[in-house]
């Protein structure tokens, strides 16, 4: 009986070889891991990806797909235990992780395939992925620029007009802006017996979207923490009285109480769900999420008949998507962008496929299926990704704005050039400073040498 | 702590052969095994590694400077103080009411055990979307009936939610302690209440020469325990507030998983053994004092 | 007159008591009937009390209940197998301290106390980072192994303590027969402890069913999670679905709460043998 066993399993064995040499008898596999799509459009997009590679090249791909948060919790429990898989993506591994793995050589190093690819991807997309490694002491290409995602406005026209205000009337200007959402806007609706707010203002520690708004804010004052080579200048006496504005700017939201008191718990999805409640009337959020999901709800055979219609309604004509308004100089804000970034691992058990995947899934056939699936929530890196219909045709009143925003440009975020600012953005020192001012009444000018050194516990 | 005792007893009679003394001692390792393997793999090694990791220096500087962690300290000191001694003096008190001799308090003791019967999960996310400032069932009424615009910041105010976050982990544990105090009253003879009232004792006569008396072994006892158990509460913070607003409100309980989701798994392991000096007394203490019950 | 007044004081204790244990309940199940616009309007009774809410729950319509009745299922399965897996486990280490005299099971008893008293959240990183190590991460056997460690140290105490009440004579008399331990194990020992067994079979399945932290920690698929942290989940979800979030809260609290009141009076007589986990 035993031997029989031990047979089998040499049997087994030899056949697991034979797969690796390349005969089909077992087959190879590679471990690919990627955050689920929002919609049904990015998940089917992918899938269809990974049967073209299947047939293309005979190697099966394991495929997992992760929620967002444990997308990221998983990977990073994975890597730490040597057992990551060949490919992953996971749309907050920039904001947390890739620098940082790829300082410490966690990452292949894929310059190879970035190479041919390097004309037809954005520049400010690109630079998101050449990062330093601390054991060769060098910048190179650790990551796959997938999509990004940029700051956009969004309001409910209509409570807007409820309000007693057009369209026209919104300033562009910086605190005009502001004040007109704060003052007018929240006082006509609570004029008439609304309990209403004017702005989303996130202000969450536990949410990225908070810092993505605050460092939007820091930008407009000008605010700089980092320079290009990774130093921190916020000490620097013009960097540190902007930082002071941009906190006094943030916090003065919801100290004038135009932000629902429920902001300073809110987590990421919160001020969509503020947003979808009417129970304020715009919010700035980092993809057009909000927008899309009535996108989503007016295809959506689960809903009644009416609810398809209102669904409709909103998405064309009821919510409207912006960019913000111009800097306090009067200049036009740059677009804070964060890149999604792939990476192949280091420890990978099949890495040389794992690159080959990512290659193919870079292919323009490829990539733009998958991010045209999240129906704009995700903007492409590449220039022919840009000039897809989807976002010129001008049909489609949200993704036409985006598309218009682009031209304003876009800047990384710091961690790019340090990573350390993964940390700083985890800890969320921006929202505590707020925080530290709204409620401990602090001087913003203590929050902020606070937040210096804090900072420069952590990434100096 | 309430075994009844048992006279230790004298080893089997010489009728046993060595052979059955072998067999004896052969089952009763193989019986252990199960336990040993699981308590080796699943308790010593993590925590031999916890502890390994936990050497490293840098962690502590690195948590001594975190602004969150004083606060978190602070922050569970209160909350073990409070939450603990709110909690035994409702459940003393209560144990007088669910021990009166009628029908229908039996059946407010059966809906009163409810939160302990139930998952902690839903019932703590239920408290969470009821007070919420704005869409939530408390705020929204006296926005109705009072015309309240802003009730208060239940969650949000920093001191109120965590006033909030102790009422809910009394909520879900307080069943539980009452029910034992409950059983340590029934204990008491009855007669003694009896010959007490009788002499013309009063009602508080009775408890502070009858009643407390006899409770005090079993309420300091399970004071201690309840301790500990608050000090690793994670859900009532963490399902409730998050350890928000801003941060502000964690216990050491949520500490840890707070740096690992941030991916900072040394300090979270810091964090933990920060905490031993204050947990590791009362579990020896414990340890004994059950052990010696049990023998 | 006395006795009315007392019946009035009693009853004055008794509403305060009744409301604040019932309101978060009585919450629960009005958004469990509640359509959206009800809810976040913030009623105390629905206009239009609906069953349409669990008709999406049992139907899986919508976005975060994708995977409901699997991960109810894998609830049951985690709950079930660390109920039989602790029960095989503490009765065999309760018969080896208390009836065989173990050497050594002492000491291991007061490792196993230890590890009970110890709370379980200071557990769970270790825990987390070791089954790393193992690679077991995301695998719901991580999280029955995880259960079992959890669980076994109580169940082995109440056992032992429930086993050393049987009286001495009776395995003396087997022995005196020629038993061998497993005999005794299996013919004097096993029938006996019976009900004490019932209610820690019981004590492990509910701890396991009711654990979010490990689950959250050890698991992260959508397809291995249990139904408590699928309900977690629901806080990501940026349509504020929390009726839907109640009413499969209130799907996951009924077996619980069944089993419970079922077996009340057993879990009340092994309740005071010990404490059991709050």
């Not at chain 1, 791909?61 to 996971?90: H, I, M, N, R």
């Not at chain 1, 999805?269 to 999901?293: C, L």
């Not at chain 1, 031209?407 to 969320?428: C, D, L, M, R, W």
């Not at chain 2, 969150?68 to 008190?93: E, G, P």
Request: with cysteine; charged share 15%; glycine share 6%.
């Amino acid at each position: 009986m035993k031997s029989v066993r031990s047979l089998a399993a040499g049997a087994a064995l030899a056949a697991i070889a034979a797969g690796w040499s390349g005969a089909a008898l077992a087959q190879e596999t590679v471990t690919v891991w990627f955050t689920k799509g929002f919609y049904k459009g990015e998940d089917d997009a992918l899938l269809a990806v990974v049967d073209k590679f299947q047939k293309a090249t005979g190697v099966k791909v394991d495929l997992s797909l992760y929620s967002t948060e444990d997308c990221v919790t998983k990977s990073v429990g994975a890597v730490q235990a040597g057992t990551p898989p060949d490919v992953g993506f996971c749309t907050t591994y920039d904001f947390r992780t890739t620098g940082q793995w790829a300082f410490e050589g966690k990452l292949e190093d894929v310059t190879d395939v970035i190479e041919p690819l390097k004309g037809d991807i954005l520049p400010d997309a690109l630079v998101t992925t050449y990062l330093m490694n601390d054991k060769t002491k060098k910048k190179s290409y650790y990551a796959f620029p997938v999509q990004q995602q940029m700051m956009h406005i969004t309001y409910w026209k209509d409570m807007l007009e409820e309000a007693g205000f057009k369209e026209s009337d919104i300033p562009k200007s910086w605190n005009g802006y502001w004040d007109f959402w704060c003052d007018k806007v929240q006082g006509g609706l609570r004029a008439k017996g609304k309990r209403i707010y004017a702005v989303g203002h996130p202000l969450g520690v536990a949410a990225s979207d908070t810092f993505y708004s605050f460092l939007t804010f820091a930008n407009a004052h000008d605010a700089k923490v980092v320079d290009e080579s990774g130093k921190i200048v916020l000490d620097d006496p013009k960097n540190k009285a902007a930082m002071v504005a941009a906190v006094k700017d943030y916090a003065s939201i919801s100290s004038r109480g135009c932000t629902p008191p429920s902001s300073v718990n809110w987590l990421d999805p919160d001020n969509n769900v503020a947003f979808h409640n009417r129970t304020i009337a715009m919010t700035h959020n980092a993809t057009i999420s909000i927008a899309s999901k009535h996108l989503d709800d007016m295809n959506n055979q689960a809903l009644t008949p009416e609810q398809r219609e209102q669904a409709k309604k909103n998405y064309l004509d009821n919510i409207r998507t912006t960019q913000f308004p111009d800097k306090p100089d009067g200049k036009p804000l740059p677009n804070l962008a964060a890149v999604k970034t792939a990476v192949v691992f280091a420890d990978g058990k099949n890495k040389k496929r794992g690159k080959e995947f990512m290659a193919f899934m870079m292919k323009d056939e490829n990539l733009r299926p998958f991010v045209e699936g999240s129906l704009g929530r995700w903007l492409p890196t590449t220039k022919s990704g840009l000039a897809s219909p989807f976002w010129t045709d001008g049909k489609d009143p949200h993704r036409a704005l985006v598309y218009k925003q682009f031209s304003s440009g876009t800047i990384p975020f710091q961690f790019v050039y340090n990573y350390k600012f993964t940390a700083v953005n985890a800890e969320n020192v921006w929202a505590k400073a707020v925080n530290r001012v709204l409620v401990d009444k602090v001087a913003p000018e203590q929050a902020v040498d606070e937040m210096i050194v804090r900072i420069k516990q952590i990434a100096g | 702590m309430t075994a009844a005792t048992m006279a230790a007893p004298a080893p089997p009679a010489s009728a046993t052969t060595s052979g059955q003394a072998r067999d004896r001692a052969f089952w009763g390792v193989v019986m252990l095994a199960p336990y040993i393997l699981v308590f080796a793999v699943m308790v010593v090694y993590p925590v031999a590694y916890g502890l390994w990791i936990g050497l490293n220096w840098q962690s502590y500087r690195a948590l001594f400077t975190d602004p969150i962690f004083f606060r978190t300290v602070v922050n569970t000191v209160i909350f073990l103080f409070v939450a603990v001694n709110l909690k035994f003096l409702i459940a003393l008190f209560l144990s007088g009411f669910f021990v009166a001799q009628r029908a229908w308090v039996r059946i407010v003791l059966v809906l009163f055990i409810l939160p302990w019967a139930v998952p902690s999960i839903p019932t703590i996310l239920s408290f969470r979307v009821m007070l919420n400032p704005e869409t939530g069932m408390v705020n929204s009424q006296l926005f109705q009936w009072f015309g309240i615009m802003e009730g208060p910041g239940w969650l949000t105010d920093p001191t109120l939610a965590f006033i909030c976050s102790i009422f809910v982990h009394i909520w879900k544990s307080l069943p539980f302690w009452t029910l034992i105090l409950v059983t340590g009253r029934l204990a008491i003879a009855q007669d003694l209440y009896e010959a007490a009232s009788v002499d013309g004792a009063n009602k508080w006569q009775q408890f502070r020469f009858i009643t407390w008396p006899s409770l005090a072994t079993l309420y300091v006892t399970s004071t201690l325990l309840s301790m500990i158990w608050t000090l690793g509460d994670f859900n009532s913070v963490y399902l409730l507030t998050g350890g928000g607003p801003g941060d502000l409100n964690h216990v050491l309980a949520t500490l840890g998983i707070r740096y690992m989701r941030n991916n900072n798994l040394d300090l979270g392991i810091a964090s933990i053994i920060v905490a031993m000096p204050l947990i590791l007394p009362m579990v020896w203490f414990m340890v004994k004092r059950l052990s010696k019950g049990a023998e | 007159m006395k006795r009315v007044l007392d019946e009035g004081k009693l009853i004055l204790i008794a509403i305060p008591v009744l409301i604040w244990t019932l309101l978060p309940i009585y919450h629960l199940f009005v958004l469990s009937i509640s359509n959206q616009e009800s809810m976040l309007a913030g009623k105390l009774w629905p206009d239009k009390p609906t069953l349409q809410n669990f008709q999406i729950v049992f139907n899986q319509q919508h976005y975060y209940l994708n995977n409901f009745w699997l991960q109810l299922f894998n609830s049951f399965l985690i709950a079930i197998a660390t109920g039989l897996i602790t029960l095989f486990v503490a009765t065999c280490a309760a018969f080896a301290i208390s009836r065989l005299r173990a050497p050594g099971g002492r000491t291991i008893m007061n490792f196993a106390l230890a590890t009970y008293l110890i709370p379980a959240a200071f557990l769970a990183i270790p825990m987390y980072k070791a089954m790393g190590t193992f690679g077991l991460l995301n695998t719901r056997t991580a999280l029955i192994l995880a259960m079992v460690a959890l669980a076994s140290p109580y169940a082995i105490w109440v056992l032992k303590q429930a086993s050393d009440k049987l009286p001495r004579e009776l395995d003396e008399a087997a022995i005196m027969d020629g038993a061998t331990s497993l005999q005794l194990f299996r013919l004097v020992y096993l029938p006996l402890m019976k009900p004490s067994m019932v209610v820690i079979g019981i004590y492990a399945l509910l701890l396991a069913w009711n654990e979010y932290l490990y689950a959250f920690l050890l698991l992260s698929s959508e397809q291995a999670l249990p139904l408590a942290v699928g309900l977690g989940l629901f806080l990501s979800a940026d349509d504020a679905p929390w009726n839907l979030l109640m009413t499969a809260g209130l799907i996951y609290a009924i077996p619980p709460a069944v089993i419970y009141y079922g077996f009340r009076n057993n879990m009340v007589s092994g309740l005071t043998s010990g404490a059991v986990k709050s």
